[in-house]
């Protein structure tokens, strides 16, 4: 069965609308021409940002996968005192967004410059992406398999080795592409600490130059990276089974004593969530205390705010209307079109934000002036960018909202309009809602496409924090940084609760 014209149309203009990023790098390596654009891409600054970048990675995210890996197990298989405690303090850094951790540790530190300070940071920000999933994996392990191992002769080092790390394999190698992403992507961090990388350069060369060259091409090789990313994921991830036959053991997993280890395991876990958490919000108490009543500008912030919500709310209803036909077809639905509408999305979601405001800006100044700088290529934006926040509730809401209910509706005389506003939308509410708010918490506290593509006057809360961190006074940008976090806190617990739902926690 094949999707109507009714259907076909909008999903395939909202794919083709996600291949401007990719289209624009092509374009760009085209029309600056191949001999120009290799002299452009083999220069030594090209070599300089692709040192960083592979440091960066290879050192942040083997850290996150232990810490994160460490403090899941900890957590979820052992008799650690204060178990239900610790999991969502380590759920807690997400609300964090990473270049106010990094404000957080540079007037902290103001000396923390370079690569050591961007791993430190990009590590207390994203290992949580690590961290949800492998302890939802480990709630649901079936401890069949453990008893087995151990009762041929493996002790429990072995039993970890042997039986529960294959199993999180899943959990790591997405949860490790999520954060090597959010590297490649992150801008206000690491500008921050003055670590370059290619988006920090890109951001560079476009203040200096505008919609220069030079400035497309390096946008080239951070695409490439990206992609590059996303294969090495798949391949790595493999075809592997890890699905157990059948309801298994309803059991749980039976703590494992710590004993003489409760005190080191303690530690590592205070200390963690003393980093991660404990900086960020010691920093913005002592700037709220240095700069007093005078720094809360009711007017300003509540004109951020105000712009901030509005934004966000919009994105996030624009981005729900847009991902339900796209769910409806994924899912109601199967062959070449459904995957290619999917994929499509998903693919141009990994790509940074400054590639999609570079893109949008050079066809709006090229072809649709009009459009520059307005609330509406904005609003686009954020689409192409968080569509899949979306995408992802309503596809699950949709696969649980039972046919045959629309089905009996249908018979009993009512319209296909009827059927969905008295069936489906009732039955895909929470999902679409739940997809709203991670929407609208990654647009409100999204710095880098603001900052490029926002209106004339316009002034987010992000916009503010770094207008202020920017011209180094630090107390002025706290309450910015505060409300941003207490915007974040709500979808952040949310994202726990539902890591502990699928988990049967």
């Not at 999991?87 to 923390?112: E, H, M, R």
């Not at 030079?214 to 695409?223: D, K, N």
């Not at 039976?254 to 200390?271: I, W």
Request: hydrophobic content about 55%; proline content about 7%.
């Amino acid at each position: 069965m094949r999707p109507g014209p009714f259907l076909t149309v909008p999903v395939t203009l909202l794919a083709a609308g996600t291949l401007i990023p990719l289209g624009y790098v092509v374009w760009s390596f085209a029309d600056t021409g191949w001999d120009r654009a290799y002299r452009l891409v083999a220069r030594q600054r090209v070599a300089e940002l692709l040192g960083n970048t592979a440091a960066l990675l290879l050192v942040t995210v083997p850290l996150c996968v232990v810490l994160a890996v460490t403090a899941a197990w900890l957590v979820e298989r052992t008799d650690l005192p204060g178990r239900a405690w610790w999991a969502p303090v380590f759920a807690a850094p997400l609300a964090v967004p990473a270049f106010v951790n990094s404000y957080a540790w540079v007037t902290a530190i103001p000396s923390a410059h370079g690569l050591a300070p961007a791993v430190l940071v990009a590590t207390l920000s994203y290992f949580p992406l690590i961290y949800l999933p492998a302890a939802a994996t480990l709630r649901r392990l079936d401890p069949a398999m453990e008893d087995a191992a151990r009762s041929l002769g493996s002790g429990s080092f072995g039993v970890f080795f042997r039986v529960v790390v294959p199993q999180l394999r899943l959990a790591v190698l997405g949860g490790g592409l999520l954060i090597a992403l959010h590297l490649l992507a992150e801008y206000g961090a690491f500008a921050l600490l003055r670590f370059d990388t290619f988006t920090t350069a890109i951001f560079e060369q476009y203040q200096s130059t505008f919609a220069g060259a030079a400035g497309s091409m390096l946008a080239g090789v951070l695409v490439l990276c990206c992609l590059v990313l996303l294969i090495a994921e798949a391949g790595a991830r493999g075809n592997a089974r890890y699905a157990r036959i059948g309801a298994g053991a309803p059991r749980p997993n039976p703590p494992l004593r710590l004993g003489g280890y409760t005190v080191p395991a303690l530690a590592f876990l205070g200390g963690l969530a003393a980093l991660a958490l404990g900086v960020p919000i010691w920093t913005l108490a002592r700037w709220l205390r240095i700069g007093g009543a005078a720094i809360w500008s009711i007017d300003d912030i509540g004109n951020a705010l105000g712009q901030t919500i509005g934004l966000s709310a919009a994105a996030a209803a624009i981005a729900v209307i847009a991902a339900f036909p796209v769910a409806w077809v994924a899912v109601r639905y199967r062959g070449p079109l459904a995957r290619a509408v999917e994929g499509s999305n998903y693919v141009t979601s990994a790509l940074p934000g400054i590639v999609t405001a570079l893109a949008l800006i050079t066809i709006s100044i090229r072809y649709a002036r009009p459009l520059y700088q307005t609330v509406p290529l904005v609003l686009f934006a954020y689409v192409l960018m968080f569509l899949p926040r979306a995408l992802v509730s309503l596809r699950a809401g949709l696969a649980q909202a039972p046919i045959a209910l629309e089905e009996a509706s249908r018979s009993l005389g009512r319209s296909p309009a009827a059927t969905f506003a008295a069936i489906t939308a009732r039955l895909t509410a929470p999902a679409a809602a739940s997809g709203a708010a991670l929407v609208f918490v990654a647009v409100a506290t999204e710095l880098t496409a603001t900052l490029l593509l926002a209106p004339t006057g316009t002034r987010t809360l992000s916009m503010r924090f770094w207008s202020w961190s920017s011209e180094l006074d630090y107390a002025a940008a706290a309450p910015y940084a505060v409300i941003m976090v207490l915007l974040t806190l709500p979808v952040t617990y949310l994202l726990f609760r539902q890591s502990r739902k699928v988990a049967g926690g």
